[in-house]
């Protein structure tokens, strides 16, 4: 431990709450093997038509679309502000989104959140609560003893500081001192957010907060700091997660699920606009929706029609989910009971495997449904849990 009296040859800080630092990559392996419980939680997800949400578990059954993905990945790694993804209804929007958080991890921090009736654009507060609850980054998510990934990104930041300075004194020949060591974090804390579009005053309570590093009362950044910044201004915590994750090499991937169920007025979508102007750099968000809800129909309440400039931004700014194709819906039942056999080991509760069976196999169930409906991943779903 670095003490207040002299010197040591010690350059970090150890409390219970701070994970050790390692590369991400290695916290969140994108070729680990899926395992049982992975296999369970997928088919358990899918009969409750929610996306898989542990790690690397939608990549496991995302079928096509790698047209789609790929554009989505170089949006996030470019930061571009503002993406549109458009499907109907059971195409997989929500899915998609977690299927990019898959993808991203680790050079990303993602945070998704659904829009309802208290958490909107309308309520910018609300919103960018829900997004810094809901933040997560590779370590974050293998140490759960993060409140989230901004207290990660916050630790490992601090830890970067700290051995540089822990360093200089030692090749300067300095006793490192716990009184030198905090004015040089609190310096070096302000320095390094001075580029931020962060105002002064949240930028000087980093530093004090950045100076309280080594007291022995462990304290997150959600604790000490996020409190101050709120009652100032949300997006400034936008600005402080943009920054952090910048200087720990990742970007900010941002999802809204569902915005065709949240308020769909002109004042939402304006708000949704600015919000898309105003995102600090570093920081790309995405948003799913209908057709409709782009184009409009009998209700009248779309983009075109209610609030122009974000039709304008969405059409120029979009990503469409086409149908499903026979074939993939043919592949997408054989994963299915691939993973029913892997989880689940009484033949008697694998219920897909059975319908499909039952209904004379992957093609002659994906046959018979196309028969009866249009294609789309959740009706899928439905049709083979209705026959089981």
Request: hydrophobic share 35%; glycine share 6%; proline share 5%.
């Amino acid at each position: 431990m670095i003490s207040g009296s002299g010197g040591t040859s010690s350059t970090s800080a150890q409390a219970e709450w701070r994970n050790p630092a390692g590369p991400a990559e290695t916290t969140y392996s994108r070729t680990a093997e899926l395992n049982d419980v992975q296999a369970l939680h997928i088919i358990e997800n899918l009969r409750a038509h929610i996306p898989p949400s542990q790690p690397g578990t939608c990549r496991q059954i995302a079928i096509g679309r790698e047209s789609a993905i790929n554009t989505a990945i170089t949006r996030v790694e470019s930061a571009q502000p503002y993406t549109f993804i458009e499907g109907e209804l059971g195409f997989g929007k929500s899915f998609f989104l977690h299927w990019m958080r898959d993808e991203v991890l680790p050079w990303a921090a993602v945070s998704l959140v659904d829009l309802d009736d208290e958490t909107n654009f309308l309520n910018q507060g609300a919103l960018i609560e829900a997004f810094r609850t809901n933040l997560e980054t590779p370590r974050s998510l293998d140490h759960v003893d993060y409140a989230n990934g901004l207290d990660e990104l916050w630790d490992t930041t601090l830890r970067k500081v700290a051995d540089l300075c822990a360093s200089h004194y030692e090749r300067e020949g300095f006793e490192i001192r716990e009184s030198r060591m905090k004015k040089s974090l609190e310096l070096a804390a302000k320095d390094i957010l001075s580029d931020a579009a962060i105002p002064q005053p949240v930028i000087d309570q980093v530093g004090k907060t950045a100076s309280e590093y080594f007291n022995s009362t462990s304290q997150s950044l959600t604790q000490s700091l996020l409190e101050e910044i709120e009652n100032n201004e949300p997006m400034d915590v936008l600005g402080l997660i943009s920054s952090l994750a910048q200087i720990n090499g990742y970007r900010v991937l941002l999802g809204v699920d569902e915005l065709e169920k949240s308020v769909r007025t002109e004042e939402h979508f304006k708000a949704l606009d600015n919000f898309a102007d105003t995102l600090p750099k570093n920081i790309s968000l995405f948003v799913t929706g209908t057709p409709e809800l782009v184009e409009g129909g009998e209700e009248g309440n779309a983009l075109r029609e209610t609030y122009h400039p974000l039709y304008e931004r969405t059409t120029t700014n979009r990503i469409r989910l086409d149908s499903p194709t026979r074939e993939a819906l043919i592949e997408f039942s054989t994963r299915i009971v691939d993973l029913e056999t892997q989880a689940i080991e009484a033949p008697a509760n694998r219920e897909y495997a059975s319908t499909i069976d039952d209904l004379g196999g992957f093609e002659q169930a994906a046959d018979s449904f196309l028969e009866q409906w249009p294609p789309a991943f959740r009706a899928y779903l439905d049709y083979l849990e209705q026959h089981k």
